[in-house]
């Protein structure tokens, strides 16, 4: 009897959890349905979605909109239900969250901005349009769910040196190579599922990663890959220490500050004459900044999304010459081909987006870490496709050298400004023309030219420019040396400004003439030989207020005291009254 009543109550129990556990939100056993919004969110997220997105992701979503030729990477097909940028485990839709947050933080260094004037309402409204574009959404036997991601552990020296192992072990630096620069044996044979090349994440720059850059960010795409790149999910393959080893060995490579981008660029005084043959050494007690490299979108041959993100400058100075260090990443050098300031881009070219050639014209399905395509070179493509993290087939047919090779310049006014007005930045203008110190990184030395437009630039060679590439490890480092006062160009003046631009060519992705990344006007300005010290001044001038101050106090309190006495004296002269 007693037996058979535990029974019972038992099989209560079991059938009250078990209709809890059918009951339990998402993210429990059971799964709620798709969530596909309201009629009415729908309709309000397609007003949206016509608005703001269609122009690049197309009236179907298929990212064929009629910005799409000029836009690299290219804009995300919603078609295919393939997003990088997911808590979902790889090969899954993302959830609703995911895409809101995409929406909210954009994708950094493409033409996908964030919007952040949009309500949640409407960015959750045009969310819900968006799944209308795959119909998997609306699956019920592919409800998304979000995969378990731990609370970050405090990073240490010892996690930072695991991940550094676990980095190489697992195959990272094949593709984003020893220092995380994009520049591993195999980085230029990646492609996407679609057969597009594609380039891996510089994961020294973490402000550029797509994803978002923080520990969890990172952690997450660790975690979740990226759908249709070679960039695998190491859910499985890696427990949750290790996978956070690994990201603080990435974050180590950058930090998670920012660029930290400047506008003034100073000159250092040196004493010894300035040796280009030393190298960067030369520039150990010059400070680097870092300045933004944008496309070239204004003249024809233009390009939208230059490979190049930044470059970081220093300048020194002697007696008689000055001499500017730029660097920038790059995870190929093409050291063969030519380049030149003025060469012709065919306009079909630019309209294909760069697909002429070889080259795409962006990424619709994205890199590890980011969402960027570029050439790639014609051998061994096909055997990185299928395993990126395979060693390279020695019997595979080596690369065609690109026709055109790497290039930097420095540009400065032909003459110093007498007031605000600037050249135009693009190569100058008939008013204004600039010194161009142009570095095609297949020859040995620098050249000048004088440019009065993108459409004018001719030679100006003096001999007075020279200078010297190197390349290590995904990093290009080209010295620039010329007189102070050169034949031809502006000054350079102690104590005085002087503005500089800067272009880089990346030739594996046929960059030249005016398909390129610049800067905008900034400025270099040459430090005093000696600084005189702020201190001196400072305590001269607290002295003299100090003594103008006690002068003040005393002048003051001698005009009190008089005044007091007389008021005194006064009063002894007059004689009290007397009562009758």
């Not at 959830?95 to 409407?122: C, F, K």
């Not at 405090?154 to 190489?168: D, F, H, P, Q």
């Not at 030249?512 to 270099?524: D, E, Q």
Request: proline share 9%; net charge negative; aromatic share 8%.
């Amino acid at each position: 009897m007693n037996s058979c009543l535990i029974r019972r109550c038992a099989l209560g129990y079991l059938a009250v959890l078990i209709a809890a556990l059918y009951a339990a939100p998402t993210g429990s056993v059971r799964a709620q349905g798709p969530d596909l919004g309201t009629e009415a969110q729908r309709e309000s997220g397609k007003t949206l979605y016509v608005k703001n997105c269609a122009q690049c992701h197309g009236e179907k979503g298929d990212g064929e909109g009629y910005a799409t030729p000029h836009l690299s990477p290219r804009p995300r097909d919603f078609t295919t239900g393939k997003f990088k940028i997911r808590t979902t485990p790889n090969g899954l839709l993302p959830i609703h969250q995911d895409l809101v947050n995409v929406l909210r933080r954009g994708m950094p260094y493409t033409s996908m901005p964030a919007w952040p004037t949009l309500t949640d309402q409407e960015v959750s409204d045009l969310v819900y349009y968006i799944k209308t574009f795959s119909a998997d959404f609306a699956n019920p036997e592919i409800v998304p769910q979000p995969v378990m991601l731990p609370s970050a552990p405090a990073a240490t020296n010892e996690s930072i040196e695991l991940g550094k192992k676990l980095y190489v072990d697992n195959g990272c630096v094949k593709c984003h190579g020893t220092l995380g620069r994009g520049d591993g044996p195999s980085a230029t044979t990646l492609k996407d599922d679609l057969g597009r090349p594609i380039r891996a994440a510089d994961l020294s720059q973490s402000w550029t990663f797509r994803g978002g850059s923080s520990r969890e960010d990172i952690f997450r795409t660790m975690s979740t890959g990226l759908n249709g790149t070679p960039m695998p999910s190491f859910l499985d393959a890696l427990q949750p220490e290790q996978r956070w080893a690994i990201t603080d060995f990435i974050v180590s490579l950058s930090g998670t500050n920012g660029p930290g981008y400047s506008n003034l660029v100073v000159a250092k005084y040196v004493a010894d004459p300035i040796d280009i043959a030393n190298g960067a050494a030369s520039f150990a007690s010059a400070p680097a900044v870092r300045f933004p490299v944008i496309g070239q979108i204004t003249e024809p041959g233009r390009s939208f999304h230059p490979p190049a993100t930044n470059v970081t400058v220093q300048a020194i100075y002697d007696a008689e010459s000055i001499a500017l260090l730029v660097r920038w990443h790059d995870m190929s050098p093409e050291k063969t081909g030519t380049n030149g300031p003025s060469l012709p881009v065919p306009p079909e070219e630019e309209e294909a987006g760069g697909d002429e050639g070889g080259v795409t014209g962006g990424g619709s399905t994205g890199s590890v870490f980011g969402d960027e395509e570029v050439a790639a070179a014609p051998g061994g493509a096909e055997q990185a496709a299928a395993d990126p993290f395979a060693e390279p087939d020695a019997a595979a047919p080596a690369g065609q050298p690109s026709e055109f090779s790497d290039a930097v310049a420095v540009q400065i006014p032909a003459q110093v400004p007498t007031g605000a007005r600037k050249p135009y930045f693009i190569f100058g203008d008939s008013q204004n023309p600039v010194d161009l110190w142009f570095f095609d990184l297949a020859r040995p030395d620098p050249l000048q030219f004088t440019g009065r437009g993108s459409g004018d630039v001719t030679s100006n060679d003096t001999g007075d420019l020279t200078g010297v590439p190197s390349y290590d490890q995904g990093e290009w480092s080209v010295i620039f040396k010329r007189p102070l006062r050169a034949s031809s160009g502006a000054p350079f003046v102690p104590g005085a400004f002087m503005p500089v631009a800067f272009s880089v060519w990346d030739g594996l992705s046929r960059e030249r003439g005016n398909r390129r990344g610049l800067t905008a006007w900034y400025s270099v300005y040459v430090e005093p030989e000696v600084v005189p010290s702020a201190v001196g001044p400072m305590v001269r001038r607290a002295l003299l207020i100090l003594a103008i101050e006690l002068l003040v106090i005393g002048w003051v309190r001698s005009r009190y005291t008089s005044s007091s006495r007389k008021e005194l004296g006064g009063d002894r002269t007059q004689q009290p009254a007397t009562s009758v």
